[in-house]
């Protein structure tokens, strides 16, 4: 590798989803290689799985953790896999991330679970945060929200969420579009947290290609890849390097779906340092990105 090609590598930005189901996972039957198809169908260059697990498992390896590691089969794009685990509490769900194995058992408290998952060194994010049961102990010391979550924001159409799903048929990105507004709960959630400490915000697509109508896909991974995505600027495509930038608050937010209208652009900074780059006025969200670090101490068990 010369100079200029390592640079290039230290100085890329990476580009990936974070919370991805496949068919570990009790609620999709979807393969891995349809995950790594969409993930090369939207240029993406990291995932990271976040199977279910069973709930009476104490221990052993993470779901999908065979799948772990770069896939650059016959020369296709390379994507970097990353795997953590979805953990059901009784307080709601947690992303273990960054973890060499399950950490607790299910039906636990949200606070036992996030202390078994910092003593593995890893970090705990809060997803879906108002759906799936929502989360109930905002006083925990979990580590990230999830700002954004896919299925979230499809839930929170309600009655309107079927027009939707037939709009879908006729021009998905119009529907995705439509369906994908500002997080304006969790972000105001996250706004309170941030005054008193630091929390990651997180983008989670949540998805499962479990959807369909009439014979047509209606979640599939490339399209759910490709509208809300996770940016990780100066990142090498490697596991270590990606898991540090994501834990650490360096990576941000990017609705791939509202960036390629055209339309004016408005940058809105927060008390808490965050910042948002809005379009129709606020209605629609471009780009989310963390307080910067002076204003936040790093994670809290980050090796």
């Known amino acids: ?33 349809d995950v790594l ?16 697990m069973d709930d009476a498992a104490e221990s052993g390896p993470l779901p999908a953790s065979e799948h772990a590691g770069l896939h650059a089969e016959g020369g ?21 991330l960054d973890v060499p194995r399950i950490p607790v058992r299910g039906g636990t408290s949200g ?19 108002f759906s799936h049961g929502g989360w109930h102990d905002w006083d925990a010391d979990f580590d990230g929200l999830e700002v954004h979550n896919n299925s979230e924001a499809f839930r929170s159409l309600g009655a309107k969420l079927p027009f939707a799903v037939l709009g879908s048929l006729v021009d998905r990105e119009a529907a995705l579009r439509g369906m994908l507004r500002r997080p304006a709960q ?29 014979g047509v ?4 991974y490339a399209a759910m890849f490709g509208a809300v ?22 990576c941000f937010i990017r609705y791939g779906i509202h960036s390629r209208v055209s339309a004016s652009r408005l940058e809105v900074s927060f008390p808490s340092g965050r910042r948002e ?26 090796p």
């Open 1 to 33: 590798m010369t100079a200029g090609s390592a640079f290039a590598l230290l100085c890329a930005a990476l580009i990936g989803v974070v919370h991805v189901h496949h068919a570990p996972s009790h609620d999709t039957e979807a393969p891995f290689e």
């Open 111 to 129: 606070r036992e679970a996030i202390a078994a998952i910092h003593a593995l060194r890893g970090f705990a994010v809060v997803p879906h945060p």
């Open 277 to 302: 780059i809005w379009i129709h006025g606020g209605r629609d969200v471009v780009e989310i990105h963390q307080p910067a670090r002076r204003e936040a101490p790093a994670i809290r068990g980050a």
């Open 37 to 52: 198809a969409g993930a090369r169908a939207a240029g993406l260059d990291f995932v990271v799985l976040t199977e279910h």
């Open 186 to 214: 969790a972000l105001e959630r996250w706004e309170q947290l941030l005054v008193k400490r630091r929390v990651i915000g997180f983008s989670g697509a949540d998805a499962h290609q479990n959807v369909s109508l009439l």
């Open 217 to 220: 896909q209606l979640d599939p």
């Open 76 to 96: 296709q794009r390379p994507v970097l896999v990353l795997v953590g685990v979805e953990i059901g509490t009784r307080d709601g769900h947690l992303l273990a």
């Open 229 to 250: 995505q996770t940016v990780c600027p100066d990142t090498p495509r490697e596991e270590r390097a990606l898991w540090s930038a994501l834990r650490e608050g360096r």
